[in-house]
């Protein structure tokens, strides 16, 4: 029974097909919100308390709701397989995670929806919301465990962990970062449960929420979440280039130093920088001391992404690239987490006044429209391990280009409305007339855009998943072991342990196969 | 479809033991941002007036009593119980049926008793939870504390369970739950001293 199975492509399905949801109800919140954000001095559907509580569901789906159930359920699907292997580690840890994080993220958005959450005025459902985050993270973290224990013990012999696929390294490194950042989220949620609901003395009631477990629902938690996509593009790219990854090492040590960001989560270093005119080279050891945390928090990471996307790069350049739905939404989705992880450099400079702004919300916009762009192409290219029918590559191809387009309209106004001051929390007490209204009327049209994009990508997913066209075994010329079991997989998905002599074990094999034949 | 070579037996696995460690790093953080969230309070605390201890940070209030001696003895018996933990794991090699069995049950019976302690703490410290920050605190980070430590002791039992209903061979299990006390004795040091040793 499906309710009850601990089958990971079963749980894997449960948590994207869920995430999918999420992500519909998390854009239509933040379509509203930034609608009101177009004349906020009328409030056209909401009104002020409204607006705040809005804002927070939509984060709170957009982050809890869609990005982190998406990649963690295409982890959970597609790694095992990946690796070899005849099950996910410690399967019911993963489907009870299942259970858990969707009971509490149900409980949040109940919460908010009955005045509670962060800013909420019955006393009741915020304490209901912070006992919904505490629940949701738990499962989220159960979850992270079986996919980061997989990894670590049940990869096929051979099969070292620099042997192991790109997506399954970022799936360890993910999950890891994820069990070690959350459960600070989950101790933090347990001190304001406990102070919210008996004494309200110590975190600042209602508002104290935000500004205590804010860090959650913005950057650079959000990479935490991106680095399963970045490891995504790096399965894609190599197949629809039809090549090896390039530079394979780099690679692995790019999506590595993403990781660093975990570091960051809690604190998020802001830095002022030493711009003092004739006296920049005053005490230039203290100013290089003081630069070094932001250095090393914000600015590595952004060179793991550019090393990932110099990587992909220069394995399209050697290898002859098809052009395909998966390969589209990958590098859309690589090119929009850059420029969200780029803006953050930017914004986490205190010199800059970006701080408190809207150009916060572009950051997260494009980390988060990033991601799941990067989770689109993984469903259309892992869709045939997952459900045994492919989506039509014609059809998605357009939505491809739709998403660019969504995310660049939905992060880029905002952050230019962050340098006019735009506050990035409440809608009122800003004047958004003159330019401010177009960059508000840009943004939402980027969001509606991102929803009709994602309406049309499940569209495309239901037909497949109900009549699409079967898929066979490897339909894209695979290089991993997930291509050499039928599409779906049987239940124990392979019938004999294999041994693994390289990366790109499938390659080898039709390399091998193709130089007898000849 | 083509067939990659077979391999001749299945690799060796720890899920169980990894996973446990895996979930004793996330544990760890949970309690380590607890502890520093109380720290930091603890430091912002405005200064006051001490008869006993001269100026000091305004964050426990004086009346406050800490039954020291409860709380001393929950550090004690988390250590014993890291002994009669590794104890079960040594007799459960040997597939020493009896003491494994003694020896699980040790586990569980010191494990009630630290968890007795703290409730012992919490009625005789007579701390009302609305009191004032660091009420609410105090009972956040033990109470906490103590869900991990019921969590050890089902944890214990469950590998009890396994092994005297003839799973010898499974000793991972085991050796699981002596690596999770292990973690409960050093976090509860932890928490010892933040909380009832510096208040």
Redesign the interface.
């Known amino acids: 029974m499906w309710i009850t199975s601990a089958d990971h492509k079963q749980v894997g399905r449960l948590y994207a097909g869920t995430g999918l949801v999420g992500l519909l109800a998390g854009l239509v919140l933040a379509v509203l919100v930034a609608f009101e954000r177009i004349d906020a001095e009328g409030y056209q559907l909401l009104d002020t308390d409204s607006a705040t509580q809005v804002l927070s569901a939509a984060r709170l789906l957009l982050t809890f709701g869609a990005v982190a159930p998406l990649l963690l359920g295409l982890a959970v699907a597609v790694v095992p397989l990946q690796l070899g292997a005849r099950a996910l580690?410690?399967p019911r840890?993963a489907a009870g995670g299942y259970w858990m994080w969707l009971t509490g993220l149900g409980l949040a958005v109940a919460s908010i929806v009955a005045n509670g959450g962060p800013g909420g005025g019955s006393s009741d459902m915020v304490d209901l919301y912070l006992l919904g985050t505490i629940v949701m993270s738990t499962g989220l973290?159960m979850t992270a465990?079986?996919v980061?224990?997989s990894v670590?013990?049940?990869?096929?012999?051979?099969m070292g962990l620099l042997r192991a696929p790109l997506f399954a390294w970022s799936s360890l490194i993910g999950s890891?970062t994820l069990?070690?950042?959350?459960?600070?989220f989950?101790?933090?949620s347990?001190?304001l449960?406990?102070?919210h609901k008996?004494?309200r003395?110590?975190f600042g009631g209602n508002t104290g929420v935000s500004d205590w477990a804010g860090w959650a629902l913005s950057q650079p938690f959000t990479y935490l979440l991106a680095i399963p996509a970045l490891g995504m593009v790096l399965d894609i790219v190599p197949v629809m280039g039809r090549t090896k990854l390039a530079q394979r090492s780099a690679a692995y040590v790019a999506l590595g130093i993403v990781s660093i960001a975990t570091l960051a989560t809690?604190t998020q270093t802001m830095v002022t920088l030493p711009w003092e005119g004739d006296t920049f080279f005053a005490n230039a050891g203290e100013k290089i001391a003081d630069l070094l945390p932001w250095g090393l928090l914000t600015v590595v990471p952004l060179l793991g992404v550019l090393g990932v996307l110099g990587t992909s790069a220069l394995t399209l350049k050697n290898g002859k690239p098809r052009v395909a739905a998966p390969l589209v939404f990958a590098l859309h989705g690589l090119l929009t987490i850059l420029l969200g992880v780029a803006a953050n450099v930017l914004g986490s400079i205190e010199d800059a006044g970006l701080r408190g702004s809207i150009f916060e919300a572009g950051t997260y916009v494009a980390i988060t429209f990033g991601s799941v762009t990067v989770a689109f192409g993984a469903l259309c290219f892992w869709g045939p391990k997952l459900w045994g029918r492919r989506i039509s590559d014609k059809a998605a191809l357009p939505l491809g280009l739709l998403a660019l387009l969504a995310t660049a309209l939905g992060s880029i106004p905002y952050m230019i409305a962050g340098f006019a001051d735009q506050p990035a929390g409440a809608l009122d007490g800003f004047s958004y007339s003159g330019p401010q209204e177009l960059w508000n009327t840009l943004t939402t049209a980027g969001f509606a855009l991102m929803l009709l994009t994602s309406l049309g990508f499940i569209a495309l997913a239901a037909k497949s998943f109900i009549s699409g066209e079967s898929a066979g075994?490897?339909p894209w010329d695979g290089q991993t072991?997930e291509w050499?079991t039928?599409s779906p997989p049987p239940a124990d998905n392979f019938s004999?342990?294999?041994?693994?002599g390289s990366a790109t074990?499938?390659s080898d094999?039709?390399s091998a196969?193709n130089g007898k034949d000849a | 479809?083509?067939?990659?070579?077979?391999?001749?037996?299945?690799?060796a696995?720890?899920?169980?033991f990894?996973?446990t460690a895996?979930?004793v790093?996330?544990?760890t953080?949970?309690?380590?941002?607890?502890l520093a969230?109380w720290l930091q309070?603890r430091a912002d605390a405005p200064l006051r007036e001490s008869a006993k201890r001269g100026l000091i940070r305004d964050w426990m209030p004086e009346k406050i009593v800490v039954p020291e001696v409860a709380a001393n003895m929950m550090v004690i018996g988390l250590c014993v119980v890291c002994i009669m933990a590794q104890w079960a794991v040594y007799s459960a090699k040997r597939v020493d049926r009896t003491h494994a069995g003694l020896a699980f049950g040790l586990t569980a019976m010191f494990g009630l008793m630290v968890v007795n302690a703290q409730v012992f703490i919490w009625t005789q410290m007579g701390v009302a939870?609305?009191?004032?920050?660091f009420?609410?605190?105090f009972?956040?980070?033990t109470?906490?504390m103590t869900l991990l430590m019921v969590a050890g002791i089902v944890f214990t039992a469950v590998a009890a369970f396994r092994f005297l209903g003839g799973r010898t061979k499974e000793l991972e299990v085991v050796s699981a739950s002596a690596l999770y006390w292990y973690f409960l004795t050093a976090a509860f040091t932890a928490v010892w001293f933040v909380v009832y040793v510096q208040k």
């Open positions: 580690a410690l840890l973290v465990t079986s980061a224990t670590l013990t049940t990869r096929a012999p051979g890891v069990l070690l950042a959350l459960p600070v989950i101790g933090t347990i001190y449960y406990v102070d008996y004494a003395a110590a809690v075994d490897d072991l050499a039928s004999d342990l294999v041994v693994v074990p499938l094999l039709k196969s | 479809m083509l067939a990659l070579p077979p391999a001749p037996s299945a690799p696995r720890r899920q169980v990894v996973g895996l979930a790093a996330a544990s953080t949970l309690l380590g941002g607890m969230t309070f939870v609305n009191d004032g920050a009420h609410t605190m009972y956040a980070i109470g906490t």
